[in-house]
């Protein structure tokens, strides 16, 4: 009987064992397919990461090929992207909530910051997109039962913006700001990935508006919907001219 025992339970470690090393096996195949499921849902765009290569042992590894396309009405570049970011993760908390990401570095980050003829921009309806997902309290659609997340430090560096405006005849780039994000949801019991979404949104787009500011764009000459204000305003202050009076017809 206890010999069962005994076998009963090494069939049990065997299968925990080969259960853990299918998920860790598993773990980039998993932290790509979330990426693009929830952060498409939340942005309302497509997002594409084309790998991710974390090493099991150490924790660190890079995510490559991440990509956020504009929302409708706009153009066809992507509003966001970088080619690779450096990522440090406490592997003793991956099976328990919150999960604790120690550093994220995104390096060269491509931002492209457009304005419609209204002076909308791409990224403000990104971020409203966001904000619309994180606002509620609601978890996108694919996020499930996922635990929540703490990033000590986030980064993001030498970076540039691409500004497209209507009146420009082509892009003008400007360097971006570092970014710097410390302890996102430390307080507590960690963040949604909502929540860092939109966190993370909402300072790219406040570090593309001073990379405008620094550069002295003043982006509202610049945008069809001002040059339309102007026209109607200089339209309405123009003294208008009572109109002849009609002359009579000869027989």
Not at 9 to 15: A, Y
Not at 29 to 53: F, H, P
Not at 137 to 151: A, Q, R, Y
Not at 210 to 216: D, F, I, L, Q, R
């Amino acid at each position: 009987m206890m010999k069962k025992i005994l076998i009963g339970l090494g069939v049990l470690v065997v299968i925990v064992a080969v259960g853990i090393f299918v998920f860790l096996g598993n773990l980039n195949d998993i932290v790509r397919a979330a990426v693009e499921k929830v952060g498409s849902d939340m942005t309302q765009t497509n997002v594409v990461l084309n790998e991710v290569d974390i090493e099991l042992t150490s924790g660190k590894g890079a995510l490559r090929g991440f990509r956020v396309t504009n929302p409708s009405g706009f153009s066809d570049d992507d509003a966001f992207k970088f080619d690779e970011v450096s990522v440090s993760i406490d592997l003793s908390s991956v099976r328990s909530d919150p999960i604790i990401i120690k550093e994220v570095i995104i390096s060269g980050p491509e931002v492209v910051y457009e304005f419609g003829d209204d002076g909308v921009s791409n990224l403000d309806r990104l971020n409203k997109n966001v904000q619309s997902k994180s606002g509620g309290g609601e978890k996108s659609s694919g996020g499930g039962d996922s635990p929540n997340i703490v990033i000590e430090s986030l980064v993001l560096q030498n970076g540039k913006v691409a500004v497209i405006a209507p009146l420009l005849n082509e892009k003008l780039s400007v360097p971006l700001p570092t970014i710097r994000l410390k302890d996102i949801g430390k307080d507590g019991k960690g963040a949604t990935p909502e929540e860092i979404a939109s966190q993370i949104m909402d300072a790219v787009l406040k570090g593309a508006q001073n990379a405008v500011a620094n550069a002295k764009i003043n982006v509202d000459q610049l945008t069809g919907a001002a040059m339309k204000q102007v026209e109607e305003a200089a339209g309405e202050a123009r003294p208008r001219v009572p109109a002849a009076p009609a002359m009579p017809s000869r027989a």
